[in-house]
């Protein structure tokens, strides 16, 4: 079956930019994370949804951070006012219980400049 | 909270030497623990998870790793390195105070020489 996607694969933006990235779970995971994984570095929590539950957003790193859950599919995960130390590849992994495997999409790297 | 350790960030092996690869966590309260490997130019996937049954763990490809409590530690070992092994490798581990919540380590990268 299809596997976690994310888009773009790419996104390179100005500074001070926002910019939207986009994760497509596998159908009937009820839990999606955000992973950021900076050059040389492990992959950084981000925000945990599970199911209709409030998400868990203690690794968001500013306010400037967001990210919803439409109906419990889909989710889009936004920067405002990009800074460049938000240059990473930011990882969208989704599960069926939290405990279980971790299923990655491919990444979004996003560069800006 | 929790921190994860993959001591040495590369790794290089023999083909057919044994491989280790190190992890340590930082808290007391046993958790789910997991290795995922990152082939080149590939996502990240699940090599083999501990939680809370066998404390020695088979994977995929061979690997395996053993959850000892007392060091807090969850080191991957393969008997006999294969060219196809060479990839980054990264721990994860459960926060203590919320099982939804995953720290991981910094990733060792295993070269594998013929």
């Known amino acids: 079956g299809a596997g976690v996607s994310q888009s773009p694969s790419n996104k390179v933006t100005e500074k001070g930019k926002d910019v939207e990235l986009r994760c497509d779970p596998i159908?009937?995971?009820?839990?999606l994370y955000w992973y950021r994984q900076s050059l040389g570095q492990g992959l950084e929590f981000l925000i945990y949804?599970?199911?209709?539950?409030?998400?868990?957003k203690s690794g968001l790193p500013s306010d400037r951070f967001s990210a919803e859950r439409t109906g419990g599919s889909v989710s889009t995960l936004t920067i405002q006012r990009t800074q460049q130390e938000d240059s990473a590849v930011y990882l969208c992994?989704?599960?069926?219980?939290?405990?279980?495997?971790?299923?990655f999409g491919p990444g979004t790297r996003l560069t800006v400049l | 909270a929790q921190s994860v350790t993959q001591l040495g960030s590369h790794v290089s092996v023999s083909e057919g030497a044994l491989v280790l690869l190190r992890c340590n966590y930082s808290?007391?309260?046993?958790?789910?623990l997991f290795w995922y490997v990152q082939y080149p130019n590939q996502g990240l996937q699940l090599l083999l998870k501990?939680?809370?049954?066998?404390?020695l763990v088979k994977g995929i490809n061979g690997f395996e790793a053993e959850f000892k409590k007392s060091e807090t530690s969850f080191h991957l070992t393969k008997p006999s390195a294969h060219m196809s092994d060479a990839a980054e490798y990264f721990c994860?581990?459960?926060?203590?105070?919320?099982?939804?919540?995953?720290?991981f380590g910094s990733g060792t990268k295993l070269n594998v020489k013929p």
């Open positions: 992994a989704s599960t069926k219980l939290s405990t279980d495997t971790q299923y």
């Open positions: 159908s009937g995971h009820t839990a």
């Open positions: 949804f599970q199911g209709n539950s409030a998400p868990d």
């Open positions: 808290s007391s309260v046993p958790p789910y």
């Open positions: 501990y939680t809370s049954a066998a404390t």
């Open positions: 994860a581990v459960s926060d203590p105070n919320n099982f939804n919540k995953f720290y």
